[in-house]
Each structure stands twice: as structure tokens, then as C-alpha cells.
């Protein structure tokens, strides 16, 4: 038997509905297996985080080399970085052990407001990680970050700024539209040269914690099991369709997708 192996870069939601934690949950769901090196830790629940403890970044580099010097991995995602030093360990450790399919979440910003990228560790992500990255995953506010713009309000401005952010190295931009407004959540996949539009109805449902986490790593697992790019993000996009349709209420705050849905 076949075992498709994801390694995930990232960091733990003490909480369960983010990070490392939704990560391994969806490779599990999506039939591969699931391995993972730390990036921080976050004390946080459905309210919040209430603490974020960012790991050495040697000690990063040492999960790393553990998991892919005798396990490998046939994809990797990397989702909270934190900082601009465990920025470059990790691009270091990626190029060494690479190239390998990798799914780069450029997590920044939880939903509550707490900082989960430093804000000086922009430009190291643009510079080292983004052009190493098989797919790069932001949302709308994520995407405007990186490429220093104001807001992105429509589908046709989305597909305007995924192609800038294709210059930064990425072979494909998937630009999330969940932030935007509209009855349909509108993503958009580019290559380079063709635009693909990926729709699905918007929820009117609060539990949406973890959902970038989980598409990222969803994307992640169809890669580890050889689909090409465009058929990882359908077939991760079905994923987290079904998980924000049945969000779980647990806790007093914003409950977590569902990924067993
Ligand atoms: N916590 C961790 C460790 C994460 O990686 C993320 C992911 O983006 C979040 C929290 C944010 O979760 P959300 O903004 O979906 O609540």
C-alpha cells in the first residue's frame, strides 16, 4: 500500500481548530499521513489567543530534520512562521531537502486580532519563502499585505493582484475570497497564464475558526497524493465547504470548522 506523507510547518492551536491541529486532523481525513514541526505555541480557545511562545528557531530546524532525513514528505505546508529568523531557517531547510511540493499559508493575523506573523517578518516572506512555494494560499487581506496595496473589494481586483503576486515566485496563486462580500465566496487560481474561478456559496455561520489552516493543508494532501494543482484545490475546496457548513459550537466564542464533516 501506498503511504502519502504531508509534513506541516506550523503552529499549535491549544484550541484545536487552527494550525498544527487542523493540519493533521485533514491529512487524516484525506488519507495521508501527517507529520509536523512546531513553529510556536498559542495558549487560545474559541475567545482568542491569550499567549503566543515562539519556538527556538534551531529547535524548528531539528523537528525538520527529523521528520524528512528518514520519514520525507511527498508535500509541505507551512502555515504560522511567527518571525523573520524561523523565516529563513525554514526557507534554508526547504531548499536543502528539496524541491518538494510546498503549499505556503502566509498566515499573519488571527481572526481576534492577535499578531501570528511580526510585522517586519513581511519582507522576509516575500523574499525567501514565496519563491519556493508550489501554491501560495493568502486571503484577501494577506494578499494585500504582501503586496503592500489597499483592500481588495471585487473578484475582477482579486484576479488583478493574484497576478502581481505571481512575480514574487509562487507557480500558482490561490487568492481566497472568502472576506469579500457577496451571497458567493469567489477564490481565484492563477498560473501564469490561465485564471480559474472557484465558487461556493457563503455561510451565515460564526464557526469558521481554522478555515485557512485547513484549506491550506487540504491543498497539501492532494499534492502528497500526485493530483495536479487545479484538482488539489477543487478537491480542497469541497473539503472546507463541507467543514464550515456543519462549524462546530463549542465554546463560548468562534467555533472550528468541521473536519470530520
Ligand atoms: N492559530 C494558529 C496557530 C494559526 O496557524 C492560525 C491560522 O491561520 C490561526 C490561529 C488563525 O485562525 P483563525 O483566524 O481562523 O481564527
Known amino acids: 500500500m501506498t503511504v502519502y506523507k504531508a509534513l506541516t510547518i506550523a503552529g499549535s492551536d491549544s484550541g484545536g481548530g487552527a494550525g498544527i491541529q487542523a493540519d493533521l486532523k485533514t491529512f487524516q481525513e484525506l488519507g495521508v499521513f501527517g507529520t509536523s514541526a512546531i513553529t510556536a505555541l498559542t495558549s487560545q480557545n474559541t475567545l482568542g ?37 524561523i523565516i529563513t531557517l525554514v526557507a534554508g531547510k526547504l531548499r536543502q531537502y528539496g524541491p518538494l511540493p510546498l503549499v505556503v499559508d502566509p498566515v499573519m493575523i488571527a481572526k481576534g486580532g492577535a499578531a501570528l506573523l511580526q510585522a517586519e517578518a513581511v519582507e522576509a516572506l516575500r523574499r525567501e519563502l514565496l519563491p519556493l512555494a508550489t501554491v501560495l494560499t493568502p486571503n484577501v487581506p494577506e494578499a494585500s499585505a504582501i503586496l503592500g496595496e489597499p483592500e481588495i473589494r471585487s473578484v475582477e481586483e482579486a484576479v488583478e493582484a ?21 451571497d458567493e465566496a469567489v477564490d481565484v487560481l492563477y498560473d501564469g497564464t490561465e485564471v480559474r474561478l472557484y465558487r461556493s456559496p457563503r455561510f451565515r455561520t460564526k464557526h469558521t475558526h481554522g478555515t485557512g489552516c485547513t484549506t491550506a493543508s487540504a491543498i497539501a494532501a492532494g499534492l502528497a497524493k500526485r493530483l495536479p494543482v487545479p484538482e488539489a484545490v477543487a478537491e480542497a475546496k469541497r473539503f472546507i465547504t463541507a467543514a464550515i457548513g456543519s462549524g462546530l459550537e463549542i465554546g463560548g466564542g468562534i467555533g472550528p470548522t468541521n473536519h470530520a464533516a
Open 49 to 85: 489567543v491569550q499567549a503566543v511562545f515562539p519556538i527556538p528557531p534551531q529547535t524548528v530546524g531539528s523537528q525538520i530534520d527529523s521528520v524528512l532525513s528518514d520519514i520525507g514528505a511527498d508535500a509541505i505546508k507551512t502555515g504560522m512562521l511567527f518571525s523573520a529568523e
Open 162 to 182: 493574484a497576478k502581481r503576486l505571481f512575480a514574487y515566485g509562487p507557480r500558482y496563486i490561490f487568492l481566497k475570497g472568502g472576506h469579500m462580500d457577496g
